[in-house]
């Protein structure tokens, strides 16, 4: 009788991925896009480097619309570091904000990075649209519980006046020009005044308010909601206003004078007025993160957001 031979026994091995794909850090910036429209999906991974970039389920551009989409690629708490864009005509500078936020895997972040505000034709006193804000929104998108942080973006600068609230600010309300015509609690901006002459930032929940003179207004900022798109602008004869970045600038007018666009954020700035602060006010921010580190005026240049795994 043949002996039994044991046979050998074999210990399955599991093999984790802990990630959907290698993360340590990565910035989200305009992908060379400028003026009130964002990037195609085509910019940013002609912009960006890293492989998952090329892969739309894990980053995207949807209808080419500007807003880009990011995968998380696996739990754990995220520091992002978030700026808006700077106003025309080297104007009102972008809010900085930054925080710490525990973020799951395989949700998509929604980022819009705002872009510089379009300078207007030049004459006597020149000026342009207002800067693009910087959002950074989860699931579902359309409530303050869905914000992690907004940077507001600078108004623009026209080259006369004052100047007083044309920088981006860290606290929610957007900037005044005339008459408390900032945005507040996530809506637009107003435009300069009565009969206004520079439109409003776009908000959060609702779009900046139009220019309401001659016959070619500048446009209001649309909002987060509404796609983020910088206002058009309004001119009368030869002179362009100059268009808001994208990220909801406000448009700016000329008649000679050129009346600034507002900047967009989470309040919209509001636009310049016919005389006084002809420059447009800066858009509000805001932050729902832990271990903030907040600045205004900061940035001047298109914005950018940083986002690094701790």
């Keep these: 009788m043949n002996a039994q031979v044991a046979l050998p026994t074999f210990q399955a091995t599991h093999y984790v991925k802990s990630g959907l794909y290698s993360f340590s850090s990565h910035t989200f910036t305009n992908c060379g896009a400028t003026g009130k429209n964002g990037p195609t999906l085509s910019n940013c991974t002609s912009a960006y480097s890293p492989s998952w970039t090329d892969d739309t389920d894990y980053f995207n551009v949807p209808s080419n619309a500007g807003i880009q989409y990011w995968t998380v690629p696996k739990n754990g708490t995220y520091t992002i570091n978030a700026s808006g864009a700077q106003g025309a005509r080297a104007g009102g500078r972008g809010a900085r904000m930054i925080g710490n936020f525990n973020l799951t895997k395989g949700e998509i972040i929604k980022i819009a990075v705002g872009q510089i505000g379009v ?148 309040s919209g700035g509001q636009g310049g007025t016919w005389s006084g602060q002809m420059s447009g006010g800066g858009g509000g921010s805001y932050n729902s993160g832990s271990s903030q580190s907040n600045t205004a005026a900061f940035r001047e240049d298109h914005g950018q957001v940083i986002i690094t795994i701790n």
């Design 119 to 266: 300078n207007g034709s030049t004459n006597s006193y020149t000026g342009g649209g207002g800067g693009g804000g910087t959002f950074v929104i989860k699931h579902p998108y359309n409530s303050n519980a869905s914000i992690l942080v907004i940077a507001g973006g600078g108004g623009g600068r026209t080259n006369h006046g004052s100047t007083n609230t044309i920088d981006a600010v860290t606290t929610s309300d957007g900037g005044d020009t005339y008459n408390n015509g900032g945005g507040t609690d996530g809506d637009g901006g107003d435009d300069g005044q009565s009969n206004g002459p520079g439109a409003g930032g776009g908000g959060f929940f609702t779009n900046g308010e139009n220019g309401t003179y001659g016959t070619v207004k500048p446009n209001g900022g649309k909002s987060f909601i509404n796609g983020l798109v910088g206002g058009t602008d309004g001119y009368t004869g030869s002179y362009d206003g100059g268009d808001g970045g994208f990220g909801g600038g406000g448009g700016g007018l000329n008649n000679s004078y050129n009346r600034s666009g507002g900047g967009g954020g989470y």
